[in-house]
């Protein structure tokens, strides 16, 4: 997660002072980067996934009241299979995994140890390294204790009638990081950073973050739902109670209910200003950034390539975040969602009164519209020239950008930027006296807005020829669905994009197929030049729809109709372009075409419908047929993860979000009242579990 560092982290009042400095010196790294490797060229596909886990403990059953707890014993672990990987690698030993921390202590994360390769051949190497990182793992859980890869574990932050921790720890809402009435420190991974982390989003913000999810009505669910206050609360004298009110943002009035009501039960609304009626409501960075996900990076040739797959792969972000989606329950409850993202949003903004626009704008220098975890606010187009394209041979000079037609350089056109972008003037001018085209300076601009979050006292003074800490220190702290990233100084790595808005998967297989996806996603746009952009608010529209409940189903997304950019470069066999859209005389989109949206399903997006939308997996499997050299084993494999998602889109079969609710909602313990009890829990996690060890396709979740 981000940048870990060792050494002192400086707490908000002194971390502050020294935040234009760690701006300064950001920017001058990445211009060393910059000037560097820009002409950097002919990098091959290298790639690698993130998968994140939860270590749960299991007690009772048979007989016995059943208890399932998120564990942290999941932070030894992490320690030992460091050790082991120390160790492996100072022996010269051969290793295929590689383990992280995560955020919460009871969190662990997996990658591949180095890379995989470049061939279609090698994504069949990627389910069996997931599955030998699970089992690795797991040789180091206690009794009892299991690994599972869950969006999120369903009773995080529920202490009745035990703690959802173990060992157990209870809330301390006017201390500590958090200041949390559920999350206890003791849920945070014990690095410096993420409790400095915490502290620091608080007390920039000056109020603790302020999460409210919409709660699912089940038949037997209150309404207006208002649920009672926190246990640890109980005994708070009235001081106390009003020191818990400070912490929260809002000046919003207590629902109104009866005066014999309110003295019998006290709700959380009526505690907590923040908490609103009818949602399930969150006060700690650990609801969001504990939650799990999968990731996918992968090396580009060429800058400009891998700025041409940052924006024409974010407006597929919010589809895949629905046709991933598994996150329905919160604290305990059914919420009328499906996925983390507006929940981790807010466990990590950091704005200020004055940057939300709840006040003028005073001591902040910006009014900032999204949180610091949010969809991508600019594309990048592919700019200038810089590198002279991958396949042309580097001794022969490129043309030049003013040579190339506009539709074989870009599909870019300013239009599509139609949000009003906040980006400081300072930085931006700096970056393009200093050779930075004006998109990607306006992309940093934008990013340095923000303010370091955590500073470390030994890392102040570094060699901006050698270091890039100060630039990664903001760069990696602005979570985007996609994310541009620079190579480091000093090493083999190339330009390269990450993809961040899908959520984990139960099964081994299934995180193989929507990473892979990703990845042939990638080769079929620059095979068949193709054009996904639109207006990025409508991006941002399609972000809020992906997370409702079952937007796989039931929600319609503004999508593209002519993704055919270069109609030279159209796969045969597909239309020349849906009804209404006309090409020009030089084979490109005409204008009056580039803004011509459809509302699709994302069964139409994913597997297409004659007549109105290709359908991406048909667009796969048209690249796949371009290797007719391909084993068929390979071919077989391949087409198994295609058919997941295709079925899954289709509506055949579940998300795992789904497949969740028909579990609980099939639970004989489960009352019909959006409460995801102790029992419910141990029944659900002990499945999942079962479906994390198996291998391969499984019935009614992935079959």
């Not at 999968?294 to 597929?316: G, I, M, N």
């Amino acid at each position: 997660m981000g940048l870990l560092t060792v050494g002192t982290p400086l707490p908000w009042d002194d971390a502050r002072k020294h935040a234009d400095h760690v701006r300064a010196h950001g920017i001058r790294q990445f211009l060393n980067i910059w000037n560097n490797l820009k002409h950097r060229r002919r990098d091959k596909l290298l790639w690698g996934d993130e998968i994140e886990y939860v270590v749960v403990a299991f007690e009772g059953g048979n007989g016995t009241q059943k208890t399932v707890k998120a564990t942290a014993n999941a932070y030894e672990i992490l320690l030992k299979l460091e050790e082991r990987e120390r160790l492996a690698v100072q022996a010269g030993e051969p290793i295929s995994w590689s383990f992280k921390p995560e955020y919460g202590r009871y969190m662990l994360e997996g990658t591949p140890a180095g890379p995989y390769g470049s061939t279609l051949d090698h994504l069949l190497d990627v389910e069996p390294n997931m599955v030998a990182r699970r089992k690795l793992a797991a040789t180091y859980l206690g009794k009892n204790e299991a690994l599972v890869s869950i969006t999120n574990f369903p009773l995080l932050g529920v202490n009745v009638p035990t703690s959802f921790l173990e060992p157990s720890a209870t809330p301390t809402p006017l201390d500590g990081a958090s200041k949390s009435l559920f999350i206890p420190d003791a849920a945070i991974n014990p690095h410096p950073r993420f409790r400095t982390l915490t502290a620091n989003i608080r007390e920039r913000r000056e109020s603790k973050v302020s999460i409210n999810v919409p709660i699912f009505k089940d038949v037997n669910t209150s309404s207006p739902f208002l649920e009672p206050a926190p246990t640890c609360m109980d005994g708070f004298c009235e001081d106390r109670k009003s020191a818990v009110r400070r912490e929260s943002q809002s000046s919003r009035t207590p629902p109104s209910t009866t005066p014999a009501a309110r003295q019998q039960t006290p709700t959380l609304p009526d505690l907590v200003p923040d908490a609103k009626p009818d949602h399930i409501y969150m006060d700690a960075m650990c609801f969001g950034m504990g939650c799990c996900c999968l990731q996918v990076t992968f090396q580009a040739c060429s800058v400009e390539e891998a700025r041409k797959l940052y924006d024409h792969l974010a407006p597929l972000t919010p589809i895949m975040m629905a046709l991933s989606a598994g996150a329905p329950i919160f604290r305990g409850y059914l919420a009328d969602v499906d996925c983390r993202w507006n929940v981790i949003s807010a466990s990590v903004d950091d704005r200020t009164k004055e940057e939300r626009g709840i006040e003028p704008l005073e001591k902040s220098r910006f009014k900032i519209p999204k949180s610091r975890y949010a969809s991508i606010s600019t594309y990048l187009s592919p700019g200038p020239n810089y590198s002279g394209g991958c396949m042309s041979d580097p001794d022969v000079a490129s043309p030049s950008v003013s040579s190339l037609p506009p539709a074989v350089q870009s599909h870019f056109d300013e239009k599509y930027n139609d949000i009003d972008l906040v980006y400081d003037k300072d930085i931006h001018k700096e970056l393009v006296e200093n050779g930075i085209d004006d998109m990607l300076a306006r992309h940093y601009a934008h990013l340095y807005i923000r303010d370091p979050l955590v500073v470390f006292s030994e890392k102040l003074d570094l060699n901006d020829e050698t270091s890039s800490d100060h630039f990664e220190n903001i760069q990696s702290t602005n979570w985007q669905t996609m994310r541009f990233k620079p190579p480091p100084p000093l090493s083999p790595i190339g330009w390269r994009v990450e993809f961040r808005s899908m959520e984990v998967q139960l099964s081994d297989f299934e995180n193989a197929a929507y990473s892979i996806f990703i990845v042939l996603l990638t080769r079929t746009i620059l095979s068949f030049d193709l054009n996904f952009y639109m207006a990025l608010s409508k991006v941002d529209e399609n972000m809020e729809i992906g997370q409702k409940r079952d937007a796989v189903l039931n929600e319609r997304f503004k999508f593209r109709k002519n993704i055919f950019g270069n109609d030279a470069r159209r796969p045969a066999g597909f239309e020349e372009a849906p009804a209404g859209v006309h090409m020009n005389d030089s084979g490109y989109a005409s204008s009056d075409a580039e803004d011509y949206m459809g509302d699709f399903s994302v069964d139409v997006i994913i597997n297409g419908k004659a007549g109105a939308f290709p359908g991406l997996i048909p667009l796969i499997r048209a690249y796949l047929a371009l290797h007719p050299s391909l084993p068929l084993q390979t071919l077989k494999v391949l087409d198994s993860y295609l058919d997941l998602l295709s079925r899954r889109a289709s509506g055949k079969i579940p998300t795992a979000a789904r497949w969740m609710r028909n579990f609980v909602a099939a639970h004989p313990d489960y009352k019909g009242d959006s409460v995801v009890g102790q029992s419910v829990a141990w029944d659900l996690m002990k499945r999942v579990d079962e479906i994390g060890k198996t291998e391969g396709r499984i019935p009614g979740l992935s079959l």
